[in-house]
């Protein structure tokens, strides 16, 4: 069972993260809709809108109570992050809070190792809003994503993308109800090796993703992208086979953070690129910053289950 002061402080970085991812799948799937559906983009942004202010809600709780690691992760922010939100802004017309952005940059660790009844009954309320609004917005993508397969609806996101943001918000769900049973999300080699098997699997699509949507001229980055996806192909089928064989995660988790450190590295060059108007795309900057983040994320999650 989770300390008070655990339940907090795992509850808060864990909404740190996804809240803001949650918030931008809404944005890519707005940008994506066509005239005809474009009906569907105000609920899309007045559920946006929804993770936004309990993502206020979470920055508010957060000072003291987030380790320096997580803040130090690039998982929250990244350098780039706000830029990336104002280039969105500008190129898709729709609101984003980059107020959320600044505050979440000052947040400060003060080192808090106890905490009080009334800042867990505060996260116990805020825990179960966002499970109700993750709730809703999971079928909601569900779906987005059953009209495309079903060619009731075009949209200009992939298919795989659909679903896998889906299963990104589910994985969100799962942590969510794991913390609100007192549950810890670091809980031993077997749980470890799942999130392997799921991070890296996400890191393949993300590859698959930036390879295309590059414009076909950028041959170079086309093949790395490709290379990227093979390589995370092979650390999703070996963690597999680890959450049976236990005793091969310490070599794949070693495996897993070098390629995830490539990859971010690929990434962060990207989002500069795409910042600086100097890679030819049809990406967002907001998604660049946003693929990035997950990496970051996956690397500190690949270092706690090292630990």
């Not at 049809?282 to 500190?300: C, M, Q, T, Y």
Request: aromatic share 6%.
């Amino acid at each position: 069972m989770l300390t008070g002061i655990e339940y907090v402080r795992q509850s808060i970085e864990t909404n740190l993260f996804f809240l803001r991812i949650m918030k931008e799948h809404l944005i890519f799937a707005s940008t994506a809709l066509t005239v005809r559906d474009s009906s569907m983009v105000l609920p899309l942004m007045n559920t946006k809108n929804n993770f936004e202010q309990l993502l206020i809600n979470t920055v508010s709780l957060a000072n003291g109570i987030v380790s320096p690691q997580s803040l130090a992760a690039g998982d929250i922010i990244t350098p780039y992050t706000l830029n990336a939100e104002i280039a969105t802004q500008y190129y898709t017309g729709l609101p984003i809070n980059t107020y959320i952005t600044q505050m979440e940059a000052s947040l400060m660790n003060n080192a808090v190792t106890t905490t009080n009844p009334m800042i867990e009954q505060s996260v116990n309320i805020l825990n179960q809003q966002i499970i109700t609004l993750l709730t809703s917005s999971i079928q909601t993508q569900k779906m987005l994503l059953a009209n495309v397969l079903n060619c009731k609806m075009f949209t200009s996101i992939y298919p795989l993308m659909l679903d896998h943001v889906t299963r990104e918000a589910e994985h969100y769900l799962e942590h969510l109800q794991t913390l609100q049973n007192h549950q810890s999300l670091h809980d031993g080699p077997k749980t470890a090796a799942m999130g392997e098997i799921f991070w890296n699997r996400i890191m393949g699509e993300h590859a698959r993703f930036i390879r295309g949507l590059l414009d076909p001229t950028e041959e170079e980055l086309i093949k790395k992208a490709n290379g990227f996806a093979g390589e995370f192909d092979e650390l999703t089928n070996a963690a597999r086979k680890a959450y049976d064989q236990i005793q091969l995660l310490p070599e794949v988790t070693n495996n897993s953070i070098t390629a995830t450190t490539n990859i971010r590295n690929f990434k962060v060059q990207g989002t500069l690129g795409i910042l600086e108007c100097k890679i030819r795309s049809i990406i967002l900057p907001l998604l660049s910053d946003h693929v990035l983040r997950e990496a970051n994320h996956f690397l500190k999650e690949l270092q706690e289950f090292k630990a």
